[in-house]
């Protein structure tokens, strides 16, 4: 027992040894952001832990370092008077400020290898992310403002993602949040979904109205939304064209046919005897039984209705600003009405269990060419709509 707490014991050891190797290496490399999160992680688990001084130190070292760097990236930032370079510059003031907060949640840090306090510089940087912010934000705008200008549907969505970054950092500036909605708007694709019959069959209006009624928020994105109703003060950039090209519909078919059954089925049972008619008996004196069988017969008249419709379509994905097709899907859907039903002379017993169930079926009433037609089309429905949620318009 005391072998193996030994080995656990040594074997943590070890792994300590280990992540602190691992974060000088990062710290040796540059990396020391990675090494303040593999720092910081080992600390908060237990600052006091003899185990964590070897962390604390590598932490004051990688702090000092990480500010240096980051001060000295705005520094060159400052001198290139570029005004893309105000993102840079402030999201390392905000590298900086998030670091400070996320060390001063650990101080005091003791060290006992250094004996002291680990030590941290600490500057209020609230006045310089201010000036930063303001000029980010005032080049987001900027830039929102030229994408917009160009009147695409790309740079719309250009306008929109800068836009976004700007509500973000601040949050009431100007009329953001207007143009924030203004170039989503224009940036989406609105999509017109509609139907066309070039069949010889007229469609039950009851079909052609169930056909385009479905939940076209489950097929919306972020960027493209589908209306099966064309919708005022909408401009439809491009079109979903569903196209029924042919339906057939067989006849009311009925089939009549006959079959002999025959079984051979157990009817009870007898001792056995040998050839002599004498009884036979099992090792222990008992009479052996055996069981005995008969066979019965029965006519079967059994009866099919069929009838069946079958719709060909397909599906276009239509571009109206270039008058162009995109993609084209074909569907097919096919319903089948069939019933079966019998009757029997004879023994029951010769019926299998398909022929029972028969029995106790009776004749229905052939679906109407109108109800055959909406059936098929709800396949045609299913088929449509995963279709449209499984290809983008684009």
Not at 2 to 12: M, N, P, Q, S
Not at 105 to 123: D, G, I
């Amino acid at each position: 027992m005391k072998k193996v707490i030994f080995l656990f014991l040594f074997t943590l050891f070890l792994l300590s040894c280990n992540s602190v190797k691992i974060n000088q290496t990062l710290v040796d490399q540059g990396n020391y952001n990675d090494a303040i999160e593999v720092a910081v992680k080992k600390i908060r688990k237990d600052k006091t832990s003899s185990k964590s001084d070897a962390h604390i130190v590598l932490l004051e070292e990688a702090y000092k370092k990480a500010v240096e760097k980051d001060k000295a990236s705005i520094a060159f930032y400052k001198k290139q008077q570029n005004p893309a370079e105000a993102q840079n510059t402030f999201y390392k003031y905000r590298d900086l400020i998030d670091r400070q907060n996320t060390i001063q949640q650990l101080l005091p840090l003791y060290s006992t290898s250094l004996q002291r306090n680990a030590k941290f510089k600490m500057e209020n940087y609230s006045g310089k992310i201010a000036v930063a912010r303001q000029k980010f934000s005032d080049y987001l705008y900027e830039m929102g403002e030229t994408y917009m200008k160009f009147q695409t549907v790309l740079d719309y969505r250009n306008a929109y993602d800068l836009y976004k970054e700007l509500t973000d950092i601040s949050p009431n500036y100007k009329d953001s949040n207007a143009l924030l909605e203004e170039a989503h708007f224009k940036g989406t694709d609105f999509v017109l979904i509609q139907l066309f019959n070039k069949t010889h069959h007229i469609i039950p209006f009851t079909l052609e109205s169930n056909l385009l009624l479905f939940d076209t928020n489950g097929l919306d994105e972020f960027w493209t939304v589908f209306h099966n109703q064309p919708q005022e003060f909408i401009s439809y950039n491009y079109g979903v064209d569903l196209l029924f090209e042919t339906i057939d519909i067989s006849p009311e078919r009925i089939v009549e046919e006959e079959f002999q059954l025959e079984k051979r089925i157990k009817d009870g049972w007898e001792y056995q005897k040998n050839r002599f008619g004498e009884l036979v008996l099992d090792k222990e004196g008992n009479k052996i039984k055996k069981d005995t069988y008969i066979t019965v017969r029965a006519t079967l008249h059994q009866t099919i209705q069929t009838k069946s419709a079958i719709i060909n379509s397909s599906v276009f994905y239509s571009d109206f600003i270039t008058e162009r097709e995109i993609k084209r899907f074909s569907l097919t859907s096919e319903i089948i009405f069939e019933n079966v039903f019998a009757t029997y002379r004879g023994d029951k017993r010769a019926l299998e269990s398909d022929d029972l169930v028969h029995i106790n079926n009776k004749f229905e009433y052939f679906p109407n060419n109108d109800r055959m037609i909406f059936d098929a089309g709800e396949g045609i429905k299913s088929q449509l709509f995963e279709i449209l949620n499984e290809n983008s318009i684009r």
